[in-house]
């Protein structure tokens, strides 16, 4: 159907230069701070640390032989994993529900909608010193509530079994209502015409989410989805604030440990080596997405 | 561009119930910051109708940090980027959607690449780059390998490229140059998905922390998020109060700007088509 | 590329350049030196710093300080390594004792027995408590003693007790647990449990998040062992009597049950101290303003307890001089240094901050024996400095202290015995410092 084609009208020559007139500020850019580094960063991870007058050398697998012995990469490495199995799913069914019943007839409609979305704009950085005193043993606000009911007082953030999931508990709170409004968006524009047929089927209300809305919301799914992997992986500003990585690295993250090597350390070689895992991560979970992708949406 | 008629589905009662549970959690934080801020730090693990109000801790909170410079710094990076990024997603948008050139395919999937592989994990290498550049420790530096963003240049083209063809045609056949069509006829037909960018680009560079927190050593340059954290993590510990005072301070053009637009937020995300 | 970039920054930054321009009002024939510090402490540091510059200034025609507040320690040392590796360093920074390792690797300041002319500057660097010169002091390789560093915001870990919470145990309020032994002792009776076993208010926290390894100094000095040699290329953490240190650490919460379990974090401590929620608390001089400020109750200031002996490691920040300067800026520099350490200021400093006068005359002079006259709890910290060692620092220190701070942690949370522990950390020390060997 593309029948007038606007090269008919204007040279071929021109519309090649023109194309890549346009595209190349932006091109530039994006080749600069992104592909440029990532071939940088995976360069650099062979060559040791330049100190002082000494200059980086050449030491093949040296960076990767260290980061399989080094016990603290593991560890952050299953964090991560623990903490997006955990993070991804919780947001996406939290941030359904709240579309969904924001989506209905409910009393303070106006108000769920500002609660569950405020957190979104709000900073990270900003918010975490907040939930510090949430977790705070004795007179923080979690032990409180907790002590109306008979509960002692714990030490969420120092033991080693509680101080990751309340990391995840964080992160989910400030996602959930970011997600919330794309999903909010997308049920919107589904065919009231739907639910009518669907109620004059006497089809349960169960029956027809489970067969019409969420197969109908899956493009929002998968947008979603992109969106919280990548904030898995990227967002990193509460461990800084709440935990620095402790109890002994229990909520150490990749990003986390990347920063705390490259920036704290000044080990920018070995800094460069965790780097390319997590691209690899990044890259694999890209192309598992894009081939899921490519079936639903289509790119032209 | 109004969608159809809705006629909303009623909630049950225990539901509701669930929901506003769920609404209060979500609310506590934010009602607990504001608790602590206009409450003497004595207060800020009691509760009681009794504690007395101050406004002290905002107070304290101005005068320790040079918040007015932090602030001029956040708006001034969060001009930068927007600008510069719409312009620049436009345009490749635009070349993208309707122009056809060699290499449009491979450069596309290249520009997507971006999606996945965001700055924010590249910041050792990016360090490097400014380092060499020399412009570590400014506000360009900050913006810099945000300002050609996948996520824009993805959502415009989605945008043009539903564009009918034929107003494209009309405005062509008047001689106008592809600039002046993206101009007169593209720009204004995507405004929806402009603001709805727009709102995401300001509030995730608002609150954009760990490449500012690397890039950037003086107050001349830090954005308020920097600022914030240097603030709050002295050795003297953590006085909830002040750093209250702080948040709210720090948040509040965005907190009102969205409580003041909140429906509009939404229509625009709606009418941008960005689900 | 480069120069497409470099224009598109010039352009898009050229506002935000001048905004941040520094004004440079010095006349050509003037010795302008610039001047890096950190603020660690809350109140208004960045001004009384100018103050400082300003008065210097006054009394020394010719010499301009351009002084530039850069955040915390570890902004400062980023933006001053950054500066010096750009070519630009500062002349003069103020960056934490145990960097100077850091420094010394990356060949980026020059010791300050270079720059001492004449016996009065000789006699001024050797006029410093010994114990904060531990930190600012390494031997060379062919075992040449040198200065790196001049003690000027410096802390130490002290002990804070809630008399009130003393007297109600039916302890005697105005004596602070002396020993370890008495520390358990007290202990138990300070810990206040409910009918059902919850308790209300525990005897002692000492914070474990940030840096445990310093306030484990506390505890390993007083048991006479050191953390590390003098050359910074050794550590011991697997010495028997660090490891016994350990174990009274952990016992403290599992064995007397006198100290919640798990890591404690280091920011909320002062609270949990203002909200009664433990009766010691173990931290730096630097928050005895706050605590003054906030408890609401009468509080006393202790060394920390002995064991074996008595001791506590020093903290804070020193005065370094970067390289690259001309002979006649040097000259200048420390003359600004002599200024800034001179009693006067070095009393006025730590009155105004909480820090720790860094000389002992500075405690002579009248302001500070007003100021200790009127709140003796101040001159604690300085009697402690007779008993204080180095905080840790060695090279490739962040690291060497990771592998401490991740030992302390694990076995605070159970994951490993004391022991254990500090074999691994000390393992993981020995193979970071071997390039240093």
């Known amino acids: 159907m593309r029948g007038s084609k606007t090269t008919l009208r204007t040279p071929r020559l021109f519309t090649h230069i023109y194309g890549w007139l346009m595209l190349l500020p932006a091109a530039v850019l994006l080749v600069a701070f992104t592909h440029y580094p990532a071939t940088a960063t995976f360069i650099d991870s062979f060559f040791s640390t330049p100190r002082g007058r000494r200059g980086a050398a050449f030491v093949g697998l040296d960076n990767y032989q260290a980061m399989v012995e080094d016990p603290v990469f593991w560890r952050a490495l299953e964090n991560n994993f623990v903490y997006a199995a955990s993070v991804i799913p919780l947001t996406i069914a939290l941030s359904l529900l709240m579309a969904l019943a924001i989506n209905g007839r409910i009393a303070g409609r106006s108000f769920l909608r500002l609660s569950f979305f405020t957190p979104t704009v709000l900073p990270m950085i900003a918010v975490a010193n907040i939930w510090l005193f949430f977790y705070s043993p004795g007179y923080g606000l979690l032990d409180q509530a907790l002590g109306l009911f008979g509960f002692s007082s714990t030490n969420w953030l120092g033991n080693q079994h509680t101080a990751l999931a309340c990391l995840i508990a964080v992160a989910v709170w400030k996602d959930a209502g970011f997600f919330m409004i794309f999903y909010l968006a997308a049920l919107q524009q589904l065919s009231p015409q739907l639910a009518e047929a669907a109620a004059i089927e006497g089809a349960g209300r169960w029956y027809f989410f489970r067969r019409i809305t969420f197969p109908l919301l899956m493009p929002t799914t998968l947008f979603v989805l992109v969106n919280a992997i990548i904030n898995s992986f990227r967002l990193i500003d509460h461990i800084v604030v709440m935990t620095q990585g402790g109890p002994d690295n229990t909520t150490a993250l990749l990003l986390f440990y990347i920063y705390e090597v490259g920036f704290k350390f000044w080990d920018t070689a070995y800094a460069a080596t965790l780097t390319v895992v997590l691209l690899l991560l990044l890259a694999a979970l890209a192309l598992g997405q894009f081939l899921f992708f490519d079936r639903r949406i289509h790119y032209q | ?275 | 590329m480069r120069h497409v970039l470099k224009r598109l920054v010039t352009m898009a930054g050229a506002v935000a350049i001048t905004l941040g321009a520094v004004n440079s009002a010095a006349t050509a024939a003037d010795i302008e030196l610039s001047f890096y510090y950190p603020v660690a402490v809350g109140g208004p540091i960045t001004k009384i710093i100018d103050g400082y510059a300003t008065a210097f200034e006054a009394e020394n025609p010719g010499i301009k300080i351009n002084a530039v507040y850069a955040g915390t320690y570890q902004d400062t040392l980023v933006k001053a390594l950054t500066a010096f590796k750009s070519g630009a360093p500062p002349d003069i920074a103020v960056l934490l004792s145990t960097d100077m390792y850091t420094l010394i690797d990356e060949d980026a300041i020059m010791p300050f027995d270079d720059v001492l002319k004449n016996d009065s500057d000789k006699r001024w660097a050797k006029s410093f408590f010994p114990a904060f010169m531990e930190n600012s002091q390494t031997g060379s390789k062919t075992g040449e003693q040198k200065t790196w560093g001049i003690p000027f915001q410096r802390s130490t870990v002290v002990m804070f007790w809630n008399k009130d919470a003393f007297k109600a145990a039916g302890l005697d309020p105005d004596k602070a647990p002396a020993t370890w032994d008495e520390l358990v002792a007290d202990g138990g009776k300070l810990t206040a449990r409910d009918t059902a076993g919850a308790v209300g208010q525990w005897a002692i926290e000492i914070p474990s998040t940030g840096f445990p390894y310093w306030l484990f100094q506390g505890l390993t000095t007083a048991n006479a062992v050191r953390l590390m040699n003098a050359a910074g290329t050794e550590t011991y953490f697997d010495n028997p009597a660090v490891i016994q240190a350990l174990q009274f650490w952990v016992d403290l919460s599992r064995k007397y049950k006198i100290q919640p379990e798990g890591t404690i974090e280091w920011g909320t401590t002062p609270k949990d101290f203002f909200e009664r929620k433990t009766a010691i608390i173990w931290t730096s001089t630097g928050n005895l303003t706050n605590v003054r400020n906030n408890a609401g109750f009468a509080f006393g200031v202790a060394m920390l307890p002995a064991h074996q002996g008595r001791g506590s490691a020093t903290g804070g920040g020193n005065f370094y001089l970067f390289k690259k300067m001309t002979a006649e800026r040097r000259d200048a520099a420390l003359k600004f240094v002599k200024w800034m350490t001179s009693p006067e200021r070095a009393a006025d400093w730590g009155i105004a901050t909480g820090y720790v006068a860094v000389r002992p005359d500075a405690w002579d002079t009248p302001a500070m024996k007003k100021y200790v006259a009127e709140f003796p709890a101040a001159a604690v910290a300085r009697d402690q400095l007779d008993h204080a060692v180095a905080e840790l620092s060695t090279h490739d220190n962040q690291r060497v202290t990771k592998a401490l701070n991740d030992g302390i942690q694990a076995a605070l949370t159970g994951t490993k015995t004391p022991e254990q522990a500090m074999k691994d950390a000390q393992v993981e020390a020995v193979r970071i410092l071997r390039a240093y060997q």
């Open chain 2, 1 to 275: 561009m109004s969608g159809p008629q809705r006629t909303r589905t009623a909630i049950p009662a225990l539901e509701t119930a669930g929901a506003w549970l769920l609404a209060l959690v979500w609310i506590l934080p934010i009602a607990y910051g504001l608790w602590a801020a206009i409450h003497p730090s004595a207060y800020s693990a009691h509760f009681g109708l009794n504690a007395p109000l101050t406004v002290e801790n905002f107070v304290k909170a101005w005068n320790a940090a040079p918040f007015a410079r932090y602030f001029l710094n956040t708006f001034l990076l969060v001009t930068m980027i927007l600008v510069v990024q719409l312009v620049l997603c436009t345009l490749a948008a635009f070349a993208f959607a309707r122009l056809s050139f060699v290499g449009r395919e491979i450069a596309f999937i290249l520009v997507l690449l971006q999606l996945m592989i965001m700055p924010d994990v590249l910041i050792v290498a990016n360090y490097r780059t400014m380092t060499a550049l020399g412009i570590v420790d400014t506000i360009p530096a900050i913006g810099l390998p945000y300002m050609a963003s996948a996520f824009g240049i993805f959502l415009l083209r989605q945008t043009f490229k539903s564009v009918p063809r034929e107003l494209d045609e009309a405005a062509r056949v008047e001689g106008a140059s592809p600039l002046t069509v993206l101009l007169k006829v593209y720009v204004p037909l995507a405004k929806p998905v402009y603001i709805a960018y727009g709102l995401v680009s300001v509030s995730y560079h608002w609150n954009n922390f760990l490449w500012p927190l690397i890039v950037t050593n003086s107050v001349s340059t830090r954005p308020l998020t920097v600022g914030l954290q240097i603030f709050a993590s002295s050795d003297q510990g953590i006085d909830w109060s002040v750093i209250s005072a702080a948040t709210l301070m720090t948040s509040a053009p965005l907190l009102i700007a969205f409580l003041l637009f909140q429906r509009q937020f939404v229509q625009s995300f709606m009418r941008a088509g960005i689900r």
